[in-house]
Nanobody
Framework: HVQLVESGGGSVQTGGSLSLSCVVSPDYIIRTKCMGWFRQAPGKAREGVADIDSGGSTSYADSVKGRFTISKDNAKNTLYLQMNNLKPDDTAMYYC???????????????WGQGTQVTVS
């Protein structure tokens, strides 16, 4: 049973920073997966924030470019999201997720954590 467990959320003031972690169970080797961070604010649709593929290439939503950094530690099977210069619009539940790789492409994300709340005021 795959488990993705996020941590590191909290409440910060505008301009502050938070670092999110997502520890993944050993039976789901993130080195071979596409991994991503998503967020969902109350009343809004879930949106992708950042992702990192099995080769380490990253991509970001325009709204977080230059402020957020996604990374992973394959040895620890852990995904990270460093968030700097936080804004009230970043307030949301943040989820990490994993996807299989097929033909060099990420399949739809189908493994999800329970989320960690980020509140910026």
């Amino acid at each position: 049973h795959v488990q993705l467990v996020e941590s590191g959320g909290g409440s910060v003031q505008t301009g502050g920073s938070l670092s999110l972690s997502c520890v993944v169970s050993p039976d789901y080797i993130i080195r071979t997966k596409c991994m991503g961070w998503f967020r969902q604010a109350p009343g809004k649709a879930r949106e992708g924030v950042a992702d990192i593929d099995s080769g380490g290439s990253t991509s970001y939503a325009d709204s977080v470019k230059g402020r957020f950094t996604i990374s992973k530690d394959n040895a620890k099977n852990t995904l990270y999201l460093q968030m700097n210069n936080l804004k009230p619009d970043d307030t949301a539940m943040y989820y990490c997720a994993g996807a299989e790789v097929s033909g060099g492409y990420c399949r739809p994300y189908n493994s999800w954590g329970q989320g960690t709340q980020v509140t910026v005021s």
